[in-house]
């Protein structure tokens, strides 16, 4: 979910434009979700970013299990495999975003 001032933002619309022209879509197949995530990233207060934990996800290559196992795994309302989640694979940088201090903060610290 976002809000759609967010795509629509200059920002945005400057970040899609360099994509884009560097051959990221065409050439590197990027998909819509990896290039809104870093957007995301680059651009929105860490407030505004929700991870969903406990939703399901998969879109192949990976996927992603919803974190509490007890309410979903151990009842066989999801069937996904854990050793697959995409958040332990090495190649996640969640451990990474989560170490990362407040936008804010980060901007005038690195600047």
């Known amino acids: 979910m976002v809000d759609l001032r967010f795509w629509r933002s200059a920002n945005y619309a400057k970040f899609f434009g360099h994509v884009d022209r560097a051959g990221g879509i065409y050439y590197k197949r990027w998909a819509k979700g990896p290039i809104h995530s870093i957007a995301a990233a680059l651009f929105l207060p860490r407030e505004k970013v929700h991870c ?49 201090p407040a936008r804010k903060e980060f901007i005038d610290s690195h600047t």
């Open 52 to 100: 969903w934990d406990n939703v399901g996800y998969f879109q192949p290559p990976s996927s992603h299990c919803p974190a509490d196992y007890d309410r979903f795994h151990s009842n066989s309302k999801c069937f996904c495999d854990l050793l697959k989640n995409f958040k332990l694979q090495p190649h996640s940088c969640d451990p990474l975003w989560a170490q990362l």
